[in-house]
């Protein structure tokens, strides 16, 4: 807690400080607190955990300073009292380091000051270099952004994650190492004219950050350089990006100079190192009306990124896209239509998948409006040496709309949707394909009062899932009341939402939802929050026959805190 206060008072000082010069401030500054309790039958259940840790403070300050007018210094610190919820290394406060703490991923500390062109980012950083090096993980770091006229300059440096030892639990932690990054960005850019950027990034897993090592855990490292190359004129455009890749799956065997895989100074290869091309490009045309395109993406097999740690590899995408605006913009397609190659190092079998997607949606007057959507996706990947390999596609179709009939006190807004999904999917051990059907259909109604603030709604949703031999149907009510309070200070909403679930064979399951949210307004910049919520869930006979109550849980949640805006 010393941390909390120490870094909250040289906030404030610093703030004094500042507003001794009068600067404009925006932003927000907030402190909340949450409890959370979990009860559950029978007692000794271990079928269900704590999903939350038990009392957990929140602290958010967000100001941005304008000094004048070409400094600006945006702040961000969002950070808790329990970063994590389990029992183990670094669970609570006491436990880590004031490095430790600031860096933890859940949370955010980050300084970004910014002086015309150049931008200076300290702390916790999310930033996109290109599609194809790194930009879908948060890093703790420093860095630079420098934009001179058209010229670009980039460099950040930092980590991912930190350093967690193996915990035997319970519950088992698995740990991880520590991994450092950094990458570089240069070239020039002019929007909605050019684009040539040369990106580098790598990050690499520190082995000394644990100890022991982690069992079954080797540490990674990768490096990868891309070229981004964008063109427009006119109506006409031209993006590509193409990346080439170094990743070493185990850095615990030997380096070696007989393998092709190094790129020296940036990485040494060794024997579980592999490397690989990626690229893409989309060439098409804008109008106010039309749009029409055609975007290619390959993934090498042995490509790989520590900036895109999902990225699937080993298949070749194309696809042609296009986009209508008819009926005097009142109808919009939008859709794509193409094939996707997988297994292109056919370490499995090779297959083809068709891609497409389209969005309906169609205006036909100011009271009815309809969409209908379909989408076709997934992919089949090999699986390292099983001969089997993944295999994920979804095929879904949707119909919703929505009609307003307008009254003299009031509207009476209807909605409803239909959904068809039909997803397969391949066991890996087996070789078998699993058919998963579902149908989900939705109806609700909102009634909107001209004089009052009342706004009650309610919705009715249908869902049924079926399996080979297994059907799971839920059926679920939800009502809810909003309305103002005290003047119009305090803002009140209401939840009430009960579900009937039904598993092939066994009792019903039932499961009641209650919340409350409450908003009052202290003063113009003062709002202090209210969250009350509890779950009931009671389980039928599928879990524990013998028990003649069944298994149940009640969980209930809230939430205080004040918010100021500046």
């Given at each position: 807690m010393k941390k909390i206060c120490f870094l909250i008072c040289s906030y404030l000082c610093w703030t004094q400080a500042m507003g001794q010069q009068n600067p404009p401030v925006t932003g927000t500054i907030g402190v909340s607190y949450e409890g959370y309790h979990l009860w559950k039958e029978p007692s000794a259940w271990n079928g269900m955990n704590a999903r939350r840790p038990a009392n957990q403070f929140r602290f958010n300050i967000n100001p941005v300073f304008h000094l004048g007018k070409n400094f600006t210094l945006p702040v961000n610190f969002n950070f808790l009292t329990n970063p994590v919820s389990f029992a183990g290394p670094y669970s609570g406060l006491k436990d880590q380091s004031l490095v430790q703490w600031i860096s933890n991923p859940a949370n955010s500390f980050g300084i970004n000051p910014k002086y015309k062109w150049a931008e200076l980012q300290l702390g916790t950083q999310y930033l996109k270099y290109s599609d194809l090096s790194t930009g879908d993980i948060g890093i703790f770091g420093a860095g630079i952004d420098l934009r001179p006229g058209a010229y670009r300059m980039k460099f950040f440096t930092g980590y991912s994650q930190q350093g967690i030892n193996y915990y035997t639990g319970p519950p088992i932690v698995p740990g991880a190492y520590q991994r450092n990054h950094w990458m570089v960005q240069l070239g020039r850019e002019s929007e909605g004219q050019y684009a040539l950027l040369f990106n580098l990034a790598k990050g690499k897993d520190q082995l000394q950050s644990v100890s022991p090592a982690l069992p079954g855990t080797p540490g990674e490292e990768g490096f990868v350089a891309s070229l981004v190359g964008d063109v427009y004129s006119g109506k006409w455009f031209w993006r590509s990006e193409i990346?080439?890749?170094?990743?070493?799956?185990?850095?615990?065997?030997?380096k070696t100079s007989t393998l092709d895989n190094s790129f020296k100074p940036f990485i040494e290869g060794r024997n579980s190192t592999m490397q690989d091309w990626a690229g893409k490009a989309t060439m098409g045309r804008k109008s106010e009306k039309f749009d029409l395109s055609y975007t290619t993406r390959y993934t090498g097999a042995g490509f790989q990124t520590t900036g895109y740690p999902y990225l699937q590899q080993d298949k070749w995408d194309n696809t042609v896209n296009t986009r209508l605006a008819l009926w005097k913009k009142k109808m919009n397609i939008v859709g794509s239509v193409g094939l996707r190659v997988n297994n292109l190092s056919k370490t499995t079998l090779k297959t083809k998948q068709?891609?497409?997607?389209?969005?309906?949606t169609t205006q036909f007057n100011e009271r009815l409006t309809m969409n209908l959507g379909y989408n076709n996706f997934g992919f089949t990947t090999a699986s390292g040496t099983n001969?089997?390999?993944?295999?994920?596609?979804?095929?879904?179709?949707?119909l919703s709309s929505s009609y307003n009939l307008p009254r003299e006190k009031m509207m009476h807004m209807f909605s409803n949707s239909l959904n068809y999904s039909l997803y397969d999917e391949r066991d890996v051990n087996t070789g078998l394909t699993t058919t998963n059907k579902s149908?989900?259909?939705m109806l609700a109604y909102t009634p909107a009062f001209f004089s009052s603030s009342l706004s009650?709604?309610?919705?009715?949703?249908?869902?049924?899932?079926?399996?080979?031999?297994?059907?799971?149907?839920?059926?679920?009510?939800?009502?809810?009341?909003?309305?103002?309070?005290?003047?119009?200070?305090?803002?009140?909403?209401?939840?009430?939402?009960?579900?009937?679930?039904?598993?092939?064979g066994y009792s019903a399951n039932k499961n009641l939802q209650a919340s409350l949210h409450m908003k009052y307004q202290l003063t113009k910049k003062l709002a202090w929050n209210v969250f009350l919520s509890g779950n009931h869930f009671r389980y039928g006979d599928e879990l524990m026959p013998s028990a003649p109550d069944g298994t149940r849980y009640r969980e209930t949640n809230y939430r205080t805190g004040l918010q100021y805006k500046f």
């Amino acid at each position: 807690m010393k941390k909390i206060c120490f870094l909250i008072c040289s906030y404030l000082c610093w703030t004094q400080a500042m507003g001794q010069q009068n600067p404009p401030v925006t932003g927000t500054i907030g402190v909340s607190y949450e409890g959370y309790h979990l009860w559950k039958e029978p007692s000794a259940w271990n079928g269900m955990n704590a999903r939350r840790p038990a009392n957990q403070f929140r602290f958010n300050i967000n100001p941005v300073f304008h000094l004048g007018k070409n400094f600006t210094l945006p702040v961000n610190f969002n950070f808790l009292t329990n970063p994590v919820s389990f029992a183990g290394p670094y669970s609570g406060l006491k436990d880590q380091s004031l490095v430790q703490w600031i860096s933890n991923p859940a949370n955010s500390f980050g300084i970004n000051p910014k002086y015309k062109w150049a931008e200076l980012q300290l702390g916790t950083q999310y930033l996109k270099y290109s599609d194809l090096s790194t930009g879908d993980i948060g890093i703790f770091g420093a860095g630079i952004d420098l934009r001179p006229g058209a010229y670009r300059m980039k460099f950040f440096t930092g980590y991912s994650q930190q350093g967690i030892n193996y915990y035997t639990g319970p519950p088992i932690v698995p740990g991880a190492y520590q991994r450092n990054h950094w990458m570089v960005q240069l070239g020039r850019e002019s929007e909605g004219q050019y684009a040539l950027l040369f990106n580098l990034a790598k990050g690499k897993d520190q082995l000394q950050s644990v100890s022991p090592a982690l069992p079954g855990t080797p540490g990674e490292e990768g490096f990868v350089a891309s070229l981004v190359g964008d063109v427009y004129s006119g109506k006409w455009f031209w993006r590509s990006e193409i990346a080439r890749s170094y990743f070493t799956k185990d850095l615990s065997q030997p380096k070696t100079s007989t393998l092709d895989n190094s790129f020296k100074p940036f990485i040494e290869g060794r024997n579980s190192t592999m490397q690989d091309w990626a690229g893409k490009a989309t060439m098409g045309r804008k109008s106010e009306k039309f749009d029409l395109s055609y975007t290619t993406r390959y993934t090498g097999a042995g490509f790989q990124t520590t900036g895109y740690p999902y990225l699937q590899q080993d298949k070749w995408d194309n696809t042609v896209n296009t986009r209508l605006a008819l009926w005097k913009k009142k109808m919009n397609i939008v859709g794509s239509v193409g094939l996707r190659v997988n297994n292109l190092s056919k370490t499995t079998l090779k297959t083809k998948q068709f891609i497409g997607n389209a969005n309906w949606t169609t205006q036909f007057n100011e009271r009815l409006t309809m969409n209908l959507g379909y989408n076709n996706f997934g992919f089949t990947t090999a699986s390292g040496t099983n001969p089997y390999g993944v295999k994920n596609v979804s095929t879904d179709i949707s119909l919703s709309s929505s009609y307003n009939l307008p009254r003299e006190k009031m509207m009476h807004m209807f909605s409803n949707s239909l959904n068809y999904s039909l997803y397969d999917e391949r066991d890996v051990n087996t070789g078998l394909t699993t058919t998963n059907k579902s149908f989900t259909a939705m109806l609700a109604y909102t009634p909107a009062f001209f004089s009052s603030s009342l706004s009650p709604d309610i919705s009715l949703v249908y869902f049924n899932n079926a399996l080979p031999g297994f059907t799971n149907k839920l059926f679920t009510i939800t009502t809810g009341l909003g309305f103002d309070a005290f003047k119009s200070k305090a803002n009140f909403k209401t939840d009430l939402q009960y579900t009937l679930g039904k598993l092939s064979g066994y009792s019903a399951n039932k499961n009641l939802q209650a919340s409350l949210h409450m908003k009052y307004q202290l003063t113009k910049k003062l709002a202090w929050n209210v969250f009350l919520s509890g779950n009931h869930f009671r389980y039928g006979d599928e879990l524990m026959p013998s028990a003649p109550d069944g298994t149940r849980y009640r969980e209930t949640n809230y939430r205080t805190g004040l918010q100021y805006k500046f």
